[in-house]
Nanobody
Framework: QVQLVESGGGLVQPGGSLRLSCAAS????????MGWYRQAPGKQRELVASFTSGESTNYADSVKGRFTLSRDNAKNTVYLQMNSLKPEDTAVYYCNAKRVDLRVNYWGLGTQVTVSS
């Protein structure tokens, strides 16, 4: 019933930009903290950016100043604008929906982002 579908990934040159989208169904955004994680080959999945309480946001140090998290509640969609991309940003990016009070966590299937010249 719960579905998170990512889109917008692809191949981009260093310094380029991409915007990822996550369309959610089966949940209410008002009850969940939405965010993005990524996983590179041979590495653990890590937090990229997330909403916390209200409209407050949290970013990984490695992406601060380059990535911007946003959402459209009417469309049940969360976005990740990625600018000044670097090769180390290459990873599969996953959308996440978390409801802390019920300790539930939902994940999308991921979208590949490759930064290479």
């Amino acid at each position: 019933q719960v579905q998170l579908v990512e889109s917008g990934g692809g191949l981009v040159q260093p310094g380029g930009s991409l915007r990822l989208s996550c369309a959610a169904s089966g949940i209410m955004f008002s009850l969940y903290f939405m965010g993005w994680y990524r996983q590179a080959p041979g590495k653990q999945r890590e937090l990229v950016a997330s909403f916390t309480s209200g409209e407050s946001t949290n970013y990984a140090d490695s992406v601060k100043g380059r990535f911007t998290l946003s959402r459209d509640n009417a469309k049940n969609t969360v976005y990740l604008q990625m600018n000044s991309l670097k090769p180390e940003d290459t990873a599969v990016y996953y959308c996440n929906a978390k409801r802390v009070d019920l300790r539930v966590n939902y994940w999308g299937l991921g979208t590949q982002v490759t930064v290479s010249s």
